[in-house]
């Protein structure tokens, strides 16, 4: 099976604008969850979508933002970007419905807000 | 609130040796707990996974164990490699869901 997938790996945006990331995870896999990751605070918890619903929802301002699509991709959206938004954002996916709701991450967008 | 704590922070050993990897969390009522690998600018490889009623996981020089009484979990790395040096994260999952909650890391530097 293909592992989870983002896109775009790699963003530079000004600050101000508007930016999507892309995720789309494992086949078979309905849960999707999103991550920030920057020096400072480690790996926080954005959101996680399950059946095209959020199911669970960290500690952000609600500039960000996601959505996800009947096929389980996942699309996670910042607007009005800050240079604190510079961070590395990881998605994983994972098989809801098993006892083990393993989790598995894709590579990552790097997001550089200048 | 659920709060992971890692130690030690960093870590340097020779080639061959023998280590172990700290976790430690505030709430016992975890749903599991998932220790994971990453390399610099690359994203994270699951490498164990300890559901709530197990003891311990073990996959080839990997070994780790869980005991929620005492809210610690340790990851042992038998014999190390210079390909070990990485950062070590460890994740508490505390409900049957995708948000885990992770600690700072230990980044291992193996030398040859």
């Known amino acids: 099976k293909a592992g989870v997938t983002q896109t775009p790996r790699y963003l530079i945006k000004t600050r101000g604008q508007q930016v999507t990331l892309s995720c789309s995870p494992i086949s078979g896999h309905r849960s999707v969850s999103w991550y920030q990751q920057t020096p400072g605070q480690g790996l926080q918890f954005l959101f996680e979508y399950f059946s095209e619903t959020q199911r669970n929802k960290g500690n952000f301002p609600g500039r960000f933002s996601g959505r996800q699509f009947s096929n389980s991709r996942s699309e996670m959206n910042v607007s009005t970007l800050e240079l604190g938004d510079s961070a590395l954002y990881l998605c994983a996916s994972s098989f809801s419905g098993t006892s083990t709701y393993e989790q598995y991450f894709g590579p990552g967008t790097r997001l550089t807000v200048t | 609130k659920q709060e992971v704590t890692q130690i030690p922070a960093a870590l340097s050993v020779p080639e061959g040796e023998n280590l172990v990897l700290n976790c430690s969390f505030t709430?016992?009522?975890?749903?599991?707990l998932q220790w994971f690998r990453q390399d610099p600018g690359k994203g994270l490889t699951s490498l164990l996974l300890i559901q709530s009623s197990q003891r311990e996981q073990t996959s080839g020089r990997l070994n780790a164990s869980l005991d929620k009484s005492s809210g610690r979990s340790t990851l042992y790395i038998a014999a190390s490699q210079p390909g070990d040096s990485a950062t070590y994260l460890c994740?508490?999952?505390?409900?049957?869901?995708?948000?885990?909650?992770f600690g700072q890391g230990t980044t291992l530097q193996v030398k040859p």
């Open positions: 994740a508490v999952n505390s409900g049957n869901t995708g948000k885990l909650i």
């Open positions: 709430d016992s009522a975890i749903y599991n």
